[in-house]
C-alpha cells in the first residue's frame, strides 16, 4: 500500500481549535490504542493528537499517524525506523525510533496519554508519561501489578491523575466516584470464566492455543486472550484493584459472569450496590477515560436487557483455575511477587502460543517461579522501577527454566 | 399495653450530641415510618427526633415517640388525641392533633423532614415541610405524582433539597450524582411484575385482593401493593422519575425484572450503564435518604450474587396491564391528568380493596375518570397545590360514579 494510496482513500482528520486535548497514545496499533483513535476521529475538533507509537508496525503506525495528524510517530522497534521514514516521508509527521525515543515522546507535554503497550514492555514509557503531572488513561496491566506501589508513589508525587481503561476497573472508577473510603464494603470484579468455564481437568490440560483464542465475549490481543482463559487476567486485575482503590485485597471478590455485561460491582455499607454494564466495547470504558467526569458519544452497541433476558452469576472455581489463588497469593506476599507473577505469567503464555508447554502449565510455570525467586530471596519491596525490571526480567529466566523442563 | 409496660420492655434513645441530625417523620407508625425508625434508632446519637406524625394509631405514635425521645407527637384524625394524650402523659412529649397541626409540625426547623404519608393526604404537610428549606426525603408519590410542576417549583423557590426515597428513584438519584443532563440517554425503571406478572387476562379479571396483596418480593401497604400488581405503582413512579430527573418522558424505560434486585439503571451516552441492586429492603434507600452524600451503616441483607444466579428481564404487557400507558398517556397530556390519575386510582383500589369492584376494573375506573374529566375541561395546568387538590377531589368523585355502575 502505498502513502499516495493511504491518503487518497482515508480522510484527514480537520485542524483542530486551541480548546482540543492533546493526546499522545502510547501503542497505537494495538487493540485499545485503534479503539482509542477510534473515538478520536469521530470527534477530531475535541482533540489534537500529539504522538503516536507502535512496537513494530511501521506502515500502519504511519497510516494512524497521518490521518490523526499526529506531530511525531515512534516505532520502539529500531529495525522498523527506515519503515517508518519512508511511510512518513513529505507528511510532516515527525519519525522517531527506539527504546528511549519511546520515553521521550510519553514525557511530552499533553492533557492525557492514553498509556497502551500491552505487558511490562509498557512500563518505562508509561512510567516517562507520568512526568507531565497530566491524566494517565492507563490500560497496560504491569504498571499496576508488577510496580504497583512504585507505580502510584510516582503517580501521587508528580501530581498525575490516573484513570483506568480495563473494563473491570473503568466501572469501579465510575461507581466509586466521590466515595468515601469508610463507605465502601466490597469491590466484586466480574470475570466472563473464558472459554473453559466449563471444561474439566483433563481438557484442560489438552486445551489448544487455538480453542483458548476463542474468547466467547470479547475481541482482544492474543496475551490478554489467553489470561482470560487461565482467570489470570482476573488475577492481575485483582491486583490492579487493590491499588487503584481505598480497599484491602480482602474486599475485593471475584465472580463469575459469563454474559461480560456486569463489569464491576461496588457494594456499600448501607447495602446499596451500584454496579456499571456495557456490551463488550472497549470504547466505553476508553470514552470514560478520556472524557471524564464529562462523558462523550461513543458509537458503541446499546445495553438491551430485555434482548439478554439473564444474566447469571456463579463462583470461579480455583482449583481449575489456579491463577486467581496465585495472584492473591502474590498481593498477600507484596513485594516483587506480584511482578515475578506477572513476568512468569508473560513467559509462560508466550510459551504456550508457541505450543512448547500445556495450558495448566502456564499456572505451574508462574507457581514453580514464585516459589523459586522466594528461595532466592528475591521478593522483597522494591524501591524503583529498575528493582521491579530485575524482578520481571528473574522471573523470565526462572520461568524459561522451567519452561524447558516440560518439552 | 400500658406505657409503663413499654418503656420496662424497650431502651429509650440516648439524649444526643449537638451534632446529632434533626429529623421530623411524617407517617411515622407506616411502612417507611418505622423502617426510618429503625435506622435512626441504631445511630441515636446521630440523630435527634423533632417530630413524629401519624393518621390513626395513637398508641403506636405514642411508644414511637417516647422511645426516640421525639419532642412532638402529632396524630392526624383528632378523634384519637386523647388517646395520644393520655399514653403521652408524664414522657415529656408533647401531643398535637389536627390536618393543621400536622402542617405547623412539619414546618418546624429541621435537617431533614422524611415525608412519608401515603397518598393524597401527605401533599398538604409534605408541602409545608419545605418551607424550611431543608431536605425533603420524599417517600409520598403524590407530591410529585399528583402536584408535579407545582411541587416543584415550590422546592427550588425555598431552596429546599429533594431526595427521593422510593427504591428506583433512590437508585436512580445515586446513579445521576454530577451527571450532566446531556450525557443521560435513557433511565431504565425496573418494575417486579407483581403476583399476576404470568396470568392471563380471565384470571386477572377475577383476582382477588389477598391473590393481589402477596407481592412476590416486597413488603409494603397494601394500596401500593395493589398498585405493584396493577404496574399502576411503575406508572406513578415513572411520572415521579419525569419530576426529578433532567431527562424527558420518551427517555424513560420500563423493564419487568421480576428478582427486583436491580431497582434502576442510567444509560449514558458513551454506553456505559449504571444500575443500582439491592435486596429488597426499603431501609436502604432510606440510609441514602438520610446520610447523602455520606453512606451510612444498614443492617439489611447483602446481596449475593452467586446465590442468586440469575438476574432475567422482559418486556412489560401494557396490554394486560393498562395502568402504564394510562400513566403514560396522563405524563403526556399534563395539566392536572396525573392528579386525575392518581385520585381515581387511589379511588379505585380502595374500591376493589372493599370488594366493590375486580381487578381489571380499577385500570377501567382511572381511564374512564380522565376522559370524564377531560371532557369537563379539569385537566388544565394547575397554578397552585389547591387546583391540584380540586382536581384530586373531582377524581375521586368522578371515580366513584364508575365504580357504582361496576356494582
Same mark, same amino acid.
Given at each position: 500500500?502505498t ?16 480548546s ?13 490504542? =485503534?479503539? =482509542? ?6 470527534d ?14 511501521p ?53 492525557c ?14 512510567f ?13 496491566k ?23 481503561? *480495563? ?6 472508577? !465510575?461507581?466509586l ?7 465502601i ?14 471444561w *474439566? ?10 480453542q ?5 465475549n470479547?475481541?482482544?490481543? *492474543? ?6 482463559? =487461565?482467570?489470570?487476567?482476573k488475577?492481575?486485575?485483582l ?8 480497599v484491602s ?6 465472580v ?6 456486569v ?8 447495602g446499596?450496590v451500584?454496579? !456499571? ?31 439478554l ?17 496465585l ?10 511477587a ?20 500445556g495450558?495448566?502449565?502456564?499456572a505451574?510455570?508462574?507457581?514453580? =517461579?514464585?516459589?523459586?525467586a ?12 529498575e528493582?521491579?525490571?530485575a ?17
Amino acid at each position: 500500500m502505498t502513502l499516495q494510496g493511504l491518503q487518497g482513500s482515508e480522510a484527514q482528520a480537520p485542524r483542530r481549535s486551541g480548546s482540543a486535548r492533546r493526546i499522545s497514545v502510547l501503542g497505537a496499533t494495538g487493540s485499545i490504542g =485503534t479503539s =482509542t483513535l477510534d473515538l478520536i476521529g469521530r470527534d477530531a475538533e475535541g482533540f489534537e493528537v500529539v504522538a503516536l507509537t507502535a512496537q513494530s508496525r511501521p506502515e500502519e503506525l504511519a497510516r494512524l499517524a497521518i490521518k490523526h495528524r499526529a506531530r511525531v510517530a515512534v516505532i520502539g522497534d529500531e529495525a522498523h525506523f527506515e519503515a517508518l521514514k519512508a511511510a512518513l516521508s513529505g507528511t510532516g509527521v515527525e519519525a522517531a525510533a527506539g527504546a528511549q525515543a519511546l520515553c521521550d515522546v510519553a514525557r511530552e507535554d499533553t492533557d492525557c496519554v492514553m498509556a497502551a503497550i500491552v505487558g511490562a514492555a509498557g512500563l518505562r514509557p508509561t512510567f516517562a508519561a507520568i512526568a507531565q503531572g497530566r491524566r494517565i488513561a492507563l490500560a497496560n496491566k504491569e504498571c499496576l501489578v508488577s510496580a504497583g506501589d512504585v507505580f502510584t508513589a510516582e503517580i501521587a508525587r508528580q501530581g498525575a491523575e490516573l484513570v483506568p481503561v *480495563d473494563s473491570e476497573h473503568s466501572a469501579a472508577f !465510575q461507581l466509586l466516584a466521590g466515595a468515601e473510603p469508610g463507605s465502601i464494603e466490597k469491590i466484586v470484579l466480574t470475570a466472563s470464566g473464558g472459554p473453559f468455564r466449563l471444561w *474439566d481437568q483433563a481438557a484442560l490440560e489438552a486445551a489448544k492455543p487455538e480453542q483458548a483464542l476463542k474468547h466467547p465475549n470479547w475481541s482482544m490481543g *492474543d496475551k490478554i486472550t489467553i489470561d482470560s482463559a =487461565t482467570l489470570m487476567n482476573k488475577g492481575l486485575e485483582l491486583i490492579e484493584a487493590f491499588h487503584l482503590f481505598p480497599v484491602s485485597a480482602e474486599q475485593i471478590d471475584i465472580v463469575v459472569h459469563p454474559q461480560s455485561i456486569v463489569h464491576c460491582l461496588v457494594m456499600y455499607k448501607d447495602g446499596s450496590v451500584l454496579a !456499571q454494564m456495557a456490551p463488550p466495547d472497549m470504547r466505553t470504558p476508553i470514552a470514560v477515560a478520556l472524557a471524564w467526569p464529562a462523558r462523550m458519544a461513543a458509537p458503541t452497541e446499546r445495553l438491551d436487557l430485555v434482548r439478554l433476558g439473564t444474566l447469571t452469576f456463579e463462583a470461579p472455581d480455583e482449583a481449575r483455575f489456579p491463577a486467581l489463588r496465585l495472584a492473591r497469593e502474590a498481593l498477600r506476599c507484596g513485594g516483587t511477587a506480584p511482578a515475578v507473577l506477572n513476568g512468569a505469567n508473560e513467559a509462560a503464555v508466550a510459551a504456550y502460543l508457541g505450543r512448547r508447554i500445556g495450558f495448566c502449565d502456564i499456572a505451574r510455570t508462574v507457581e514453580r =517461579t514464585l516459589e523459586g525467586a522466594g528461595k532466592e530471596g528475591a521478593l522483597r519491596t522494591p524501591a524503583c522501577l529498575e528493582d521491579v525490571l530485575a524482578a520481571d526480567a528473574l522471573a523470565r529466566r526462572l520461568a524459561q527454566a522451567h519452561i524447558k523442563g516440560y518439552q
